[in-house]
């Protein structure tokens, strides 16, 4: 079966085209190496896919030409534990980088634009 079509039907990608453009980018590597889409891969294939920040690493365990629902997906392939372990690590890292620094990189919404235009306001220009 096709890299491509195969990233596709596990549902990692939304297309094939975003599935050949990642792998003609170098974010997906078979067994360590670069590859192109149409690369034929069997079960027990491993894969190394990229999709910034995240990265996996998966066995193939089942090929599948159609794409079906996320739940028979997942039963596609099978993720390395410590590869599990770096995602969901970095998943708690960004929720926190998230909660300490919400809205810092945001322009001020209407109350908060008032509140510092009446800051300005009051003090003393000199």
């Known amino acids: 079966m ?47 896919i990229t999709k910034e920040p995240f990265a996996w690493e998966v066995d193939v365990k089942r090929l599948d030409h159609q794409r079906r629902s996320a739940e028979l997906a997942v039963t596609l392939y099978e993720e390395l534990p410590d590869s599990l372990e ?27 634009r008032r509140l510092i235009h009446r800051f300005k306001r009051l003090e003393p220009s000199g």
Do not use: C, M, Y
């Not at 770096?86 to 908060?112: F, S, V």
């Open 86 to 112: 770096k995602r969901l690590a970095e998943i708690e890292k960004r929720r926190e980088e998230q909660a300490h620094g919400a809205g810092l990189d945001q322009r001020p919404n209407k109350r908060e």
């Open 2 to 48: 096709r890299l491509d079509k195969w990233l596709w039907a596990a549902r990692f990608f939304k297309t094939r085209q975003l599935a050949i453009d990642a792998i003609n980018g170098g974010k997906v590597h078979v067994n360590g190496h670069r590859t192109k889409p149409g690369k034929a891969i069997s079960t027990g294939t491993r894969l190394t």
